[in-house]
């Protein structure tokens, strides 16, 4: 059973995805992968198996995804200023779980990011560590999710704009994990991107 000093998984799932379908038209997280899982659905599996908790943050007019979720256990909450930048939904799920002892903030358009990478996030604030922040590096390059402790709670509840929490990132100690995942650096931005 989860309790309030976990680390909590973040899904950020409120995106509009116009690079992916301009005339939107096409919700990008409702597409199939090529084993036919949705990619929010396979986001959200991974990141399940690394934390007892995930609050997925989507547009309150997302049905579908919000449905898609819930069904696989998350706890859904509606964004409503999701319209202003990834920072709002970010900050909306931070917010619902402010008790946690920590955060992994996962996009919900990054499905080919393996649970393992995730669980090494987790387990390294769960350690604590003067940092308090944790992101994975494959390749010398840095990429997502990104774990924070309890220490950058403020900072995270401050956040505005579209940049999500690159600030904090960049004016914080970060303890880079190297892992062998390319999924890390991997997120669908345009229909090529799922194959």
């Given at each position: 059973?989860?309790?309030?000093?976990?680390?909590?998984?973040?899904?950020?799932?409120?995106?509009?995805?116009?690079?992916?379908?301009?005339?939107?038209?096409?919700?990008?997280?409702?597409?199939?992968?090529?084993?036919?899982?949705?990619?929010?659905?396979?986001?959200?599996?991974a990141l399940l198996a690394a934390v007892p908790r995930v609050v997925a943050v989507v547009r309150p007019e997302d049905c579908?995804?919000?449905?898609?979720?819930?069904?696989?256990?998350?706890?859904?909450?509606?964004?409503?200023?999701?319209?202003?930048?990834?920072?709002?939904?970010?900050?909306?799920?931070?917010?619902?779980?402010?008790?946690?002892?920590?955060?992994?903030?996962?996009?919900?358009?990054?499905?080919?990011?393996?649970?393992?990478?995730?669980?090494?996030?987790?387990?390294?604030?769960?350690?604590?560590?003067?940092?308090?922040?944790?992101?994975?590096?494959?390749?010398?390059?840095?990429?997502?999710?990104?774990?924070?402790?309890?220490?950058?709670?403020?900072?995270?509840?401050?956040?505005?704009g579209d940049q999500g929490a690159r600030s904090i990132l960049k004016n914080n100690p970060v303890n880079e994990l190297a892992?062998?995942?390319?999924?890390?650096?991997?997120?669908?931005?345009?229909?090529?991107?799922?194959?």
């Amino acid at each position: 059973m989860a309790t309030a000093k976990d680390i909590v998984g973040i899904l950020l799932a409120a995106g509009r995805g116009a690079r992916f379908d301009p005339a939107g038209a096409r919700n990008k997280l409702l597409q199939a992968l090529p084993g036919g899982e949705p990619v929010a659905a396979a986001s959200a599996r991974a990141l399940l198996a690394a934390v007892p908790r995930v609050v997925a943050v989507v547009r309150p007019e997302d049905c579908a995804t919000a449905s898609l979720l819930h069904g696989m256990g998350c706890e859904v909450v509606a964004c409503a200023e999701a319209g202003k930048g990834m920072a709002a939904s970010l900050v909306c799920g931070v917010q619902h779980a402010q008790h946690a002892e920590g955060w992994l903030i996962a996009l919900a358009d990054m499905p080919f990011v393996r649970p393992a990478t995730m669980t090494a996030l987790v387990r390294e604030i769960r350690q604590g560590g003067e940092a308090a922040i944790a992101a994975p590096m494959h390749d010398g390059e840095r990429g997502n999710p990104v774990a924070f402790g309890r220490a950058h709670l403020p900072a995270l509840l401050a956040l505005q704009g579209d940049q999500g929490a690159r600030s904090i990132l960049k004016n914080n100690p970060v303890n880079e994990l190297a892992v062998v995942d390319p999924g890390i650096l991997q997120d669908i931005d345009t229909p090529s991107d799922i194959k």
